[in-house]
């Protein structure tokens, strides 16, 4: 009697799961522009202090010791964490609104966001653990990938959405 009854509230969960992540890429997908911009955290955490030079090149110039003070450590980590896919919303909405992205572009793009969430987690991880050196190049690692980011969309929105380039550029 129990295992049908468990079958059943399992399959109703499962439905309603779906039912509500359908909804959310739905409403993904819907988003426009500020309501995307909106979402982005504010660059109030120091990424200016280690990028080389912000959103056009690729390049820290902060070793992995002083990564951590240099970006207010947790609070910058966190906010790539939260910025990574929201960047890659951005790169999609470039898509549809660009003409001739290239898939490998937009697969980086993702590939890179994804890098950057693991290495935050695990940094925080770290941090809360006592591990300083292991957070410390955590948080140098995910610093690197979020600047490769950075400049793979600026270039996408460049060569793709120069319509929308200015607008990117005052977003962030």
Not at 66 to 94: C, E, F, S, T
Not at 100 to 106: R, T, Y
């Amino acid at each position: 009697m129990i295992l049908p009854l468990f079958q059943v509230l399992i399959t109703v969960i499962m439905l309603c799961y779906a039912g509500y992540w359908r909804k959310r890429q739905v409403n993904r997908r819907n988003a426009n522009w500020n309501e995307i911009v909106a979402r982005l955290s504010p660059n109030d955490w120091g990424f200016e202090d280690v990028a080389e030079r912000y959103l056009y090149g690729e390049g820290i110039r902060a070793t992995p010791q002083d990564i951590w003070n240099r970006i207010h450590g947790a609070k910058g980590l966190w906010a790539m964490y939260r910025n990574a896919p929201i960047l890659v919303q951005l790169a999609d909405y470039a898509t549809e609104h660009g003409e001739g992205v290239s898939e490998e572009l937009l697969e980086g793009i993702r590939t890179d966001a994804f890098q950057i969430r693991l290495c935050v987690m695990i940094a925080l991880a770290q941090h809360v653990l006592r591990s300083s050196i292991g957070a410390n190049v955590n948080a140098h690692r995910a610093t690197t990938t979020y600047s490769v980011l950075l400049a793979r969309i600026t270039g996408l929105f460049q060569e793709h959405s120069a319509l929308l380039f200015p607008d990117f550029l005052q977003a962030m």
